[in-house]
């Protein structure tokens, strides 16, 4: 079976009526836990940006205070865990300053926890590379913006 493009799925979806889309819409959502997270962001909290960015920090916090310090190994787990949680939520978001915003504030705890991650490569890595991804969203933000984000990246610089 071949799958539509995104083209048709627009013509066919702009054809068909409230109700069927209503249908459509609940019956994605069944199948995949994700579906219906970015269902519920889309309907419930996409007008409170500010707040929904709050809400992803305090799950950053949650997977910091779970970190397990002692071993290396079970610590870059659940920092990939608390990141690949994280980076879901920025691309229900779509918005690169909301993603500039929460990947400074993952940076921010990494460097403040009392992880050594500049002695594991793995680690080190990851952080290096959340700062790449900050940088490449602070590109497309206007230079005001950009310009007080940057001032947060050079405190997070090693």
């Known amino acids: 079976m071949k799958t539509a493009t995104i083209q048709e799925l627009k013509l066919e979806l702009n054809e068909t009526s409230s109700a069927k889309l209503r249908q459509l819409c609940l019956h994605l959502a069944k199948f995949k836990k994700e579906n219906k997270e970015l269902l519920t962001y889309l309907l419930f909290e996409s007008q409170d940006e500010a707040a929904y960015i709050n809400q992803v920090q305090s799950i950053i916090d949650e997977g910091f205070a779970e970190l397990p310090k ?3 190994y079970l610590s870059k787990k659940s920092l990939r865990k608390t990141l690949r ?30 992880i050594p991650f500049q002695k594991t490569t793995v680690l080190l890595n990851l ?8 940088k490449a969203a602070l590109a497309t933000l206007h230079e005001d913006l950009q310009y007080d ?3 947060e990246v050079e405190e997070l610089s090693i």
């Open 70 to 72: 002692a071993n290396n």
């Open 85 to 114: 949680v994280t980076n879901k939520h920025i691309r229900y978001m779509g918005s690169k300053q909301a993603e500039a915003q929460i990947l400074i504030y993952f940076c921010k705890q990494l460097k403040g926890s009392k």
């Open 127 to 134: 952080y290096l590379q959340q700062i790449k991804k900050i």
């Open 149 to 151: 984000f940057m001032q």
